[in-house]
């Protein structure tokens, strides 16, 4: 069982380049988590949203609830942006159930 | 510094030899996961902890016991390991159903 697909699984783009990685799920919902796990394997929680859109620095998240979609975006890429990027969603009335997709290794060209 | 630890961070160990992993945060959170990572399959609950005395099921939770007898701690315990409990596990907590989760740094166990 997929509850959570994200894609590409693997992007690699230039430095300064414009980045979206996609996230569907199949379930409902009351809150979408984006997660970037760098090489040496910590995982570190970016966004956790229900609605809209939320920006911090180069990052943006975006989540669609009727399409049950969200984008990670990243503008102005970096080298230090390369790692893995984890999309979860979190099912209401669950407590602390989480379903995560499989990630997006992205890797930042100089 | 608010920080969830693991320990160990790394252990190998044999078939069937009884292993608990430690898992602690400084935040006083109410919820507390245990989740484990593999090649392709991604992150996958094993169990999570919505307060003291009170824990659940994950995706995965067979071969594995956990306890919350304290808030702080949220120990993993593996009664007979096996081969296939192989893994990287990350513990992680936050302090409610939806709000961002901080995680420990992982623990490689390797089960011969």
């Known amino acids: 069982k997929n509850e959570v697909e994200q894609s590409p699984q693997n992007l690699t783009a230039q430095e300064g380049e414009f980045i979206t990685i996609n996230c569907s799920y199949s379930?409902?919902?009351?809150?979408l988590h984006w997660l970037q796990q760098h090489p040496g394997g910590g995982i570190v929680s970016l966004f956790m949203?229900?609605?809209g859109k939320k920006k911090h620095g180069r990052l943006i998240a975006t989540i669609n609830i009727q399409e049950k979609h969200s984008s990670l975006h990243i503008t102005a890429s970096h080298p230090r942006d390369s790692a893995v990027y984890i999309c979860?969603?979190?099912?209401?009335?669950?407590?602390?159930?989480?379903?995560f997709g499989t990630g997006t290794s992205l890797t930042v060209i100089p | 510094e608010a920080q969830v630890t693991q320990n160990p961070r790394y252990l190998i160990t044999v078939t069937g030899k009884k292993l608990t992993v430690t898992c602690s945060q400084n935040?006083?959170?109410?919820?507390m996961s245990w989740y484990r990572q593999d090649p392709g399959l991604g992150l996958r609950q094993i169990y999570y902890?919505?307060?003291?005395?009170?824990?659940d099921k994950g995706d995965v939770p067979e071969g594995y016991k956990v306890s919350r007898k304290e808030k702080r701690n949220f120990p993993l315990i593996l009664e007979s390991p096996s081969p296939n409990q192989t893994s990287l596990y990350f513990c992680?907590?936050?302090?409610?159903?939806?709000?961002?989760?901080?995680f420990g740094p992982g623990t490689r166990l390797t089960v011969t």
């Open positions: 979860a969603v979190t099912p209401p009335g669950t407590g602390n159930q989480f379903y």
């Open positions: 379930v409902g919902i009351s809150a």
């Open positions: 949203l229900s609605s």
């Open positions: 935040m006083n959170h109410e919820y």
């Open positions: 902890s919505m307060n003291v005395e009170v824990t």
């Open positions: 992680a907590s936050a302090s409610g159903a939806v709000y961002e989760q901080y």
